[in-house]
């Protein structure tokens, strides 16, 4: 508890803290690889300068390593400039099919996602959102959308993955699906480099 009386954001042993869903970076690395998966988490902890990992319910020691995230979530804490602290979770998600007994492996997809239960007891302007529309979220939304853009830029610096998308729960999202200026999309163009189209419509 803070000393103004609300539930720290920062603080695992609070369940507020994980409810309500992610704000989140989900980034699309490329067909499963192990090796892959394992920088791409390196780059992205290093970037967003997490601490020490821990996994909800239990005190042992964990790994920043692509096979500790593929044996379950790594959460952490989360400083944004100009925002202020939260709880965070790492995750991978390999996509699966199974066919005649097999199982074959299609792309991974690294999330770094921030609760939205942690982000409102940091910040009382997260209100409702994205259920509610009275209020603009830009003014918690472009700290978070900077952040994740310096953490996208990172990755892909060292693993240059397909393409990132940044939102409220849009993981496995296709840029196609997204409809134009309201959520951040990060591009792997044709030169290359990294095509940044940032949030736009905050309301």
Same mark, same amino acid.
């Given at each position: 508890?803070?000393? !103004?009386?609300? %539930? ?22 490329? %067909? ?5 998966? !394992? ?7 290093? *970037? ?11 005190? *042992? *020691? $964990?790994?920043?390593? &692509?096979? +500790?995230?593929?044996? &379950? ?7 944004? =400039? ?10 991978? $998600? ?5 066919? +005649? ?13 921030? =609760? ?11 209100? *409702? ?25 990172? $990755?892909? &610096? ?11 729960? $849009? +993981?496995?999202?296709? %840029? ?28």
């Amino acid at each position: 508890m803070r000393q !103004d009386g609300h %539930p720290s954001p920062t603080d695992p042993t609070i369940e507020d803290n994980w409810h309500g869903g992610f704000y989140e970076l989900t980034i699309k690395l490329g %067909p499963a690889d192990d090796a892959r998966l !394992d920088a791409a988490l390196v780059a992205l902890w290093h *970037a967003a300068s997490l601490p020490e990992p821990f996994r909800r319910h239990s005190d *042992a *020691a $964990v790994a920043v390593s &692509g096979q +500790s995230l593929l044996a &379950g979530h790594l959460h952490s804490v989360a400083t944004i =400039p100009g925002l202020g602290s939260t709880l965070c979770t790492v995750l991978v $998600v390999r996509e699966e099919t199974h066919e +005649s007994g097999s199982t074959r492996y299609g792309a991974d997809w690294l999330d770094l996602c921030l =609760p939205l239960g942690a982000l409102g007891n940091l910040d009382g302007r997260v209100g *409702a959102y994205p259920f509610s529309q009275e209020a603009e979220s830009r003014g918690w939304r472009e700290p978070i959308e900077r952040w994740f853009a310096v953490v996208a830029t990172a $990755v892909f &610096g060292s693993v240059p993955f397909v393409h990132a998308i940044t939102g409220d729960e $849009v +993981s496995g999202m296709e %840029p196609a699906e997204v409809q134009e200026g309201r959520l951040g999309v990060f591009l792997h163009n044709p030169t290359g480099t990294l095509t940044i189209e940032p949030v736009r419509t905050w309301s």
